[in-house]
């Protein structure tokens, strides 16, 4: 286990609101605000180690860009047709910057899942132009900058190396010229203090990542860290997007089957030194005057997926930073 992933940060939030991607779903986060706090001063002086940080929220929108527009809104599957029931970016900060404007404390993550270059872009400029409420939210919140950046290895059982879980319609960050891409990183993190979250686009028949995979996120992040212009700040932190099924599978429930469990051992055990070892480059490619970024993998799950506690518990023994979007 590396020693990146044995060090404590707050920048993992405790638990996540996956695609809060409507007004309503910000209700949620009003309420949890708002929800009193009923302890008894026996059990609060009990329990005063344990209370000194409270638990962080992570929330996550997926953005992206109406046809023929040039209007970030939120919505995590492509639109064919403009509809005037999707919320724009800029109405979803505003109500989140009302929510929390009395606030002084750290309520936790938003995360941006950008679908396309184009939403990355005009988001930026809509950060650029806000800073008030800009300004506002950044008393409570981090943020995080997420795209897919790296095609993963199609599988040898695959149908069509051709396809993948993206809309072979839209642009993807994979067509950006180099340079591009990491200008408009850059950028975010420079200007705004951007954590960094990074996936893979995943082909379809995927299942499990490949150390392949991992050394290729790796030589990105060398590319990106080794551009011309010299980062003169770090990224709040640094995080890989992974699939939790991808990561470890049906590793821990193979027990009773002694031949694939071994064969299946050796092969996760080498993928999970690589990501310790890209967590570890992490670390290393992105210090900045001896400022050390957190780094740490965020797991999610699948449409038909469900992540129980058990699991949750495997991973964290594992990756004990990593953070897990179970919601």
Known sequence: MSDVSAVKNRETPDEWLHA???????QTVKTRMMTPY????QQEEEKEEQ??????????????????????ILRHDPISVDMDSVVKLTEWLETL??????????????????????????????????????????KCFSF??????????????????????SNNSEVSFLSLPSVKLHHMIYTIVDQFGFGLSFGWVLPDGFHMYDVRDIHN?????QSLAAREE???????????????????????????????????????????????????????????????????LTFWRGRNES?????????????????????
Request: with cysteine; proline share 5%; aromatic share 10%.
């Open 217 to 221: 996120m790796r030589v990105f992040l």
């Open 51 to 72: 209370e000194k940080e409270e638990k962080l929220l992570g929330i996550e929108v997926d953005v992206r860009v109406l046809p023929n527009s040039l209007i970030p």
């Open 230 to 296: 010299k980062w003169h700040s770090r990224p709040s932190c640094i995080t890989f997007a992974v699939r939790y099924s991808a990561v470890f599978g049906e590793e821990h429930h193979s027990n009773n089957n002694n031949n694939n469990n071994n064969n299946n051992s050796e092969k996760y055990t080498f993928l999970w030194q690589a990501m310790d070892e890209l967590l570890q480059e992490a670390s290393c490619l992105f210090t900045v005057d001896n400022n050390i970024p957190p780094c740490f």
């Open 38 to 41: 009923t302890q008894t001063q």
């Open 20 to 26: 809060a991607n409507s007004i309503a779903a910000l």
């Open 144 to 165: 995080w900058w997420n795209a897919d950046v790296v095609m993963a290895v199609t599988p040898p059982t695959s149908s069509n190396s051709n396809n993948n879980n």
């Open 97 to 138: 910057a009302g929510i929390v404007s009395t606030q002084e404390r750290r309520i936790g993550v938003v995360k941006f899942d950008f679908k396309d270059p184009a939403a990355a872009e005009l988001s930026y400029q809509l950060f650029s132009k806000s800073l008030e409420w800009y300004k506002t939210l950044r």
């Open 307 to 327: 992540i129980t506690d058990e699991e949750i518990a495997i991973a964290k023994a594992r990756f004990p930073t990593c953070t897990i979007d179970v919601d």
